[in-house]
Every structure is written in structure tokens, then in C-alpha cells.
């Protein structure tokens, strides 16, 4: 069975603190992604990547950087926390073509105080 | 530019009763058509898609979606709705030359008993 599985459910920070949000898949999928999603305003993309050590932006990257060190491992940076960051974040992945079927983990639950 | 319309925010049916939900899309070229579920907590789970050939798609949970090129129209629909439909559901549109998914806003599914 496919999985992308975050590193936490849910997280509390404060404002200006760096906060590090990771993804990992364990299907050998050339590309991840990571995505905002906010009532509303469905799913944003923030960055994604394409293969170990490239990325690119996407709809939204201010405030956020990433890094892809590995093929399995996806992170999404955040310099400096805002409140406005508040937000579920969702991490995917899909072989091949970028548009194809995405798996998405289940997502981090941020709250910046 | 492209854009993919949900018109429904919010969508409340009896349990068994039958259900669509609408997606509109604006694309210049051929799309690949995406319906996802997100049930509540978790991640997005690919319902089914359309790339080419029959224009009636069957998903799994005994969804199926209908592409109208005329119409720009991908609705989903669902004959006998169950309780545990109750999710958001997200429609989204891709080409073969972009890079990346559009997703619609969401539509939230209701179900009373």
C-alpha cells in the first residue's frame, strides 16, 4: 500500500520561531509537493520538487523554503513563523508526470501564537 | 488563466439520496480531470480520473464523474449516498504541458441520517 506519512499531526509555535515540517513517501516517486490548504481557498501550492536537490516554486512560496536531501524525503521550512502560517499543510507525491495521481499525506495541523 | 470552479460551498443530503457535485473548468487545452475526497482529519484520496476515451468515469466508492467538453463540466455523482461520504470533496484540472494540479475550492458533503 502507498504511503506518504508528516512528522506530526499537529504542532504549536511561536511567532518567529523556525519551524521544520517533513514528509517522507516510500513509494520511489520522483516528485513531492507540499500544499497550503485554507477554508475556502482549497489547496495552494507552495513547492515542490522534482528530483533530489531541485525545486521549484510554486503559487505561494514567500515566507517558506524546502529541501530535498533524499528521494523519499520532502521538508517544508519555515524561517520565521507567522501567524498568518496558520494553517494545514499537506504533503504529496507522484511518479513520473507532475499532474499525474498525487498521494497525500495526512497532513500538519499548524498553529503559530 | 486557468481556474477551476466548485459553485458549492456546502451540499447537505438525506442519507440514500442520490448526489452531484459540480466542477467547471476553464482550459485552452485538453484537461486531465481529478476528484478527490478529503475525509475529515486526514489526507486527500484520489476518487478517479479522466485523462481520454470514455467520457463517463467509474471511481472507487461507487462514484462516477461524466467530462462535458461542451460544458467545461466534470460533475461527480454518487446514486445512493452512505453516511461515511460525509468529507470534503475537491475537484482538480491539469494539462499535459503545465506542471502542476489546479485544485477547485471544495465542496463540503453533509449527510443526515
Known amino acids: 500500500d ?19 515540517l517533513e514528509c517522507v513517501q516510500d513509494m520511489d516517486h520522483e516528485n513531492m509537493f507540499w500544499y497550503r490548504q485554507d477554508p475556502g481557498l482549497g489547496l495552494r501550492l507552495i513547492y515542490f520538487s522534482y528530483d533530489v536537490k531541485m525545486k521549484e516554486k510554486g503559487d505561494i512560496p514567500e515566507g517558506y523554503s524546502v529541501s530535498r536531501e533524499k528521494k523519499e524525503r520532502f521538508s517544508l521550512i519555515l524561517e520565521s513563523a507567522s501567524t498568518n502560517q496558520t ?9 513520473v508526470y507532475r499532474w499525474e495521481t498525487q498521494y497525500f499525506g495526512p497532513g500538519t495541523r499548524l498553529l503559530v501564537l | 488563466a486557468q481556474s477551476v470552479t466548485q459553485p458549492d460551498i456546502h451540499i447537505t443530503v438525506s442519507e440514500g439520496a442520490s448526489l452531484e457535485l459540480r466542477c467547471n473548468y476553464s482550459y485552452g487545452a485538453t484537461p486531465y480531470l481529478f476528484w478527490y475526497v478529503q475525509s475529515p482529519g486526514q489526507g486527500l484520496q484520489l476518487l478517479l480520473k479522466y485523462f481520454s476515451g470514455d467520457t463517463l468515469v467509474q471511481g472507487i466508492k461507487g462514484f462516477e464523474a461524466e467530462f462535458k467538453r461542451s460544458q467545461s463540466s466534470f460533475n461527480l455523482r454518487k446514486p445512493s449516498v452512505h453516511w461515511s461520504d460525509a468529507a470534503e470533496y475537491f475537484c482538480a484540472v491539469a494539462t499535459y504541458n503545465t506542471d502542476k494540479l489546479i485544485f477547485g475550492t471544495g465542496t463540503r458533503l453533509q449527510v443526515f441520517p
Open chain 1, 2 to 20: 502507498v504511503k506518504v506519512t508528516q512528522s506530526s499531526r499537529y504542532l504549536v509555535k511561536r511567532t518567529g520561531e523556525k519551524v521544520f
Open chain 1, 87 to 95: 494553517s494545514m499543510y499537506l504533503c504529496a507525491s507522484s511518479s
